[in-house]
């Protein structure tokens, strides 16, 4: 690591720029409440993807992309329900609120993704039939 990077860093306090992408905030807030829905503080949202990693090796990106928004909006849906289960029994402000930040933040950015996969499929079809770009 060069020194002036780390320069950089000590004058900003070590403080890491925020990211923008509505997707990468919506996953590091799932990621920060999956060990509150398993129960297992030790869980990660790599913990959940890596069984799972093979079966997206082969597809287009647009097949990635719908599957990871459908999966988002299908763990939303879950973690809502869980929220709903357990507030009475055993969770905290604490644990509600950063899980409701989390919830706000996916249904913020699943539009986007769908929007972005209509993008994608849209450029496939051009790709695979010529006589549409015209």
Do not use: Y
């Amino acid at each position: 690591m060069h020194f002036v990077t780390v320069a950089r860093w000590r004058a900003q306090h070590w403080k890491a720029r925020p990211s923008r992408h509505p997707l990468e905030i919506a996953r590091s807030q799932l990621e920060a409440v999956a060990p509150i829905v398993s129960g297992d503080p030790e869980t990660t949202l790599e913990d959940v993807v890596e069984p799972h990693k093979r079966d997206f090796d082969e597809l287009a990106d647009s097949e990635v992309l719908r599957r990871a928004a459908r999966e988002v909006a299908i763990a939303t849906t879950l973690v809502a329900k869980e929220i709903q289960n357990r507030t009475t029994a055993s969770l905290s402000a604490a644990e509600v609120v950063p899980a409701l930040l989390s919830i706000g933040a996916c249904l913020a950015a699943l539009p986007n993704a769908f929007d972005q996969v209509a993008s994608l499929d849209a450029a496939d079809r051009r790709n695979d039939n010529p006589e549409q770009k015209a």
